[in-house]
Nanobody
Framework: EVQLQASGGGLVQPGGSLKLSCAAS????????IAWFRQAPGKEREGVSC????????YYAESVKGRFTISSDNAWKTVDLQMNSLKPEDTGVYFC??????????????????WGQGTLVTVSS
């Protein structure tokens, strides 16, 4: 059973930085993708970033390109999301999710079969 544990959320001022971590285990297949989604108050959940273990390919939503960086450790036990130059619109609950490697091409929520609990990120002065 895939288990995902997200951590690292908190309160930060606009322009500040935060690093989220997703501890991952129990993958039944060799190639998979781990993603970060977020849900702002009153809005639908959206894909923020994703990384694939099969070839290291990476996806970023347009809204975070140049500000967020996704990375994994060598053992693919932890996937981090380094968030810089944070804006109030980055506020939301951030979830890590996992699925087969091909899901990075779709970034559709229902293609990700495993989800961790959310961690709240609040960007406010």
């Amino acid at each position: 059973e895939v288990q995902l544990q997200a951590s690292g959320g908190g309160l930060v001022q606009p322009g500040g930085s935060l690093k989220l971590s997703c501890a991952a285990s129990g993958f039944p297949f060799d190639d998979y993708a781990i993603a970060w989604f977020r849900q702002a108050p009153g809005k639908e959940r959206e894909g923020v970033s994703c990384i694939s273990s099969s070839d290291g390919s990476i996806y970023y939503a347009e809204s975070v390109k140049g500000r967020f960086t996704i990375s994994s450790d060598n053992a693919w036990k932890t996937v981090d999301l380094q968030m810089n130059s944070l804006k109030p619109e980055d506020t939301g609950v951030y979830f890590c999710a996992a699925g087969p490697a091909w899901v990075i091409a779709t970034m559709r929520e229902y293609d990700f079969g495993s989800w961790g609990q959310g961690t709240l990120v609040t960007v406010s002065s």
